[in-house]
């Protein structure tokens, strides 16, 4: 079984400090997906990445893959309050079976 | 574009009742995924079709059935409910193509109590 490892599991901060959310695992996946989901409301995507080392950034908020494709971060820049939520990395198998392994999840809340 | 749909949006029965939640994808898509979330926890991997056939399974028991159509929309049938199994049921929509990213986009979810 795989297992995703996120931290902090909550996170309460100040509106426009900076966090960052972290995601391990011990397995390597081809891809690794981040969402965020709301109370009462299904995940929606934020970001793909594939790539070992990459990174890519959407507007505040900045996501990289590990080297060796085992671990992902999460970094927030001038948090608002419109950012609470949780948020969740899915790592997808290497053997192409395109069903996703969920992190515990990251309960973020930005405090105004 | 139609993003996933999914119903009912809350559902409650007792104990050793069957339920039967439906999903329609992603206009396009051709892959159903079904997830279960219990409070508090990440969602987990119950089952995937495609082509009208179940490809993959989770670690859930054969209480736990599914059905895809011609349409590409599924169903999830469980039967002779568990207290346990109160959730919020996710569905997930991708398309299947010769490679690359497969990305999964999710409906927002029944919620079901079973007392």
């Known amino acids: 079984t795989q297992l995703l490892e996120q931290s902090p599991q909550f996170l309460s901060i100040q509106e426009g400090e900076n966090l960052t959310v972290y995601c391990n695992s011990s397995s390597v996946f081809s891809s690794l997906q981040w969402y965020r989901q709301e109370p009462g409301e299904g995940p929606v995507l934020l970001v793909t990445?594939?790539?070992?080392?990459e990174v890519k950034k959407l507007k505040r908020l900045t996501f990289q893959f590990g080297d060796a494709r085992k671990d992902s971060s999460l970094h927030i820049t001038a948090a608002q309050p419109g950012d609470t939520g949780l948020y969740l990395c899915a790592g997808e198998e290497l053997t192409g079976a395109n069903n996703l392994f969920f992190g515990t999840g990251t309960r973020l809340t930005v405090i105004p | 574009d139609a993003g996933v749909t999914q119903s009912p949006t809350h559902l409650i029965k007792t104990r050793g009742q069957q339920v039967t939640l439906r999903c329609s994808p992603k206009?396009?898509?051709?892959?159903v995924s079904w997830y279960q979330q219990a409070l508090g926890q990440g969602p987990q991997f119950i089952f995937q079709?495609?082509?009208?056939?179940?490809?993959q399974r989770g670690n859930f028991p054969d209480r736990f059935s599914g059905h895809q159509f011609p349409n590409y929309s599924s169903e999830l049938n469980v039967n002779a409910l568990l207290l346990g199994d109160s959730a919020l049921y996710l569905c997930?929509?991708?398309?299947?193509?010769?490679?690359?990213?497969?990305?999964?986009?999710f409906g927002p979810g029944t919620r079901l109590t079973v007392l």
């Open positions: 079709y495609y082509e009208e056939e179940e490809r």
């Open positions: 997930a929509s991708s398309l299947v193509g010769r490679g690359g990213i497969n990305t999964q986009y």
């Open positions: 990445v594939v790539t070992g080392g």
């Open positions: 206009s396009g898509h051709d892959t």
